[in-house]
Structures are given as structure tokens and as C-alpha cells.
């Protein structure tokens, strides 16, 4: 997904001022998930990626729709995708705290397997510190 377009970049500085954990994005028919991310940087947490993340976590999650002629990755994957796949599917997901919050992608095309997880912990809810 081309995320850094100008409806995006019009909205990071509110996602870093607002301390926002996670951005769920549509419209494109697939799946990604990125590292954390501000301005085309990566700001992984010290404990792991997705420990005390230093910029929000982008999930674009748009691949229970139609299959339209732009959905495949005909481009390499950015520096900051972490996973992304164009199985038909959906996202699934849990708060289960104030800190802890699981992400599940289902593919449809593999009969229910779950391609990717991740759990993003956040003890802090505050302005990004960038
Ligand atoms: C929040 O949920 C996670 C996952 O179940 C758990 O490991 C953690 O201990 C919980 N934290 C609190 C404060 O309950």
C-alpha cells in the first residue's frame, strides 16, 4: 500500500501530538502492517518493535474487498512494511487492557489460518516524543 500520499502525510503530526497506538486504514484490497512509523522512519520500541512503540502502528486492512486491477504488490515493499499479503481475509482484533492489544490476520484463501499476529504493548499514553 502507498500510504505516504498527501491525505496521510496531512495527518501524521495529529497521530504523533495525540499519541495514537494504532491506525487502521482501508481502502486498498490487501493486508499490510508496518514497523512503527512517522515520516517514512521506523521507530521501533527497545524491548521489541512493538514494546513502548515510538511512532503509531499502521495496519491497512482492505483485503475482504473486491480485487481490483492496483491491489497486487507490483512494487517492492517499503522499508518500514512489516508483513503484507493480498490472501482474501480479515483482520481481527482484542484490547484485552489499558496495555495490551493483539491484531490477528485471517486469510479466507488458506481456509481460516491465521498469516499474522502481533501484540502492540503501550504503557504510556502520551504524545510521541519526536
Ligand atoms: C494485560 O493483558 C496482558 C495480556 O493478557 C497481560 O499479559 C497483562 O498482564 C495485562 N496487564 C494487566 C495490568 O492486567
Redesign the pocket.
Known amino acids: 500500500i502507498i500510504i505516504i500520499n498527501n491525505v496521510f502525510s496531512g495527518l501524521e503530526p495529529l497521530l504523533i501530538e495525540f499519541g495514537v497506538d494504532v491506525v487502521i486504514w482501508a481502502h486498498e484490497h490487501s493486508y499490510e502492517r508496518s514497523w512503527p512509523l512517522y515520516d517514512n522512519v521506523v521507530y521501533n520500541g527497545t524491548e521489541g518493535p512493538y514494546i513502548n512503540p515510538g511512532a503509531p502502528v499502521h495496519i491497512v486492512t482492505g483485503s475482504a474487498g473486491c480485487q481490483e486491477s492496483t491491489d497486487p504488490f507490483n512494487y517492492p515493499a517499503a522499508a518500514w512494511s512489516a508483513f503484507r499479503s493480498t490472501d482474501y481475509g480479515y483482520t481481527r482484533f482484542k484490547a484485552?487492557?489499558q496495555?495490551?492489544i493483539y491484531f490477528e490476520q485471517v486469510s479466507v484463501d488458506r481456509k481460516g489460518k491465521v498469516i499474522d499476529s502481533l501484540w502492540i504493548e503501550k504503557h504510556k499514553h502520551e504524545a510521541y516524543n519526536l
Open positions: 484485552y487492557n496495555t495490551h
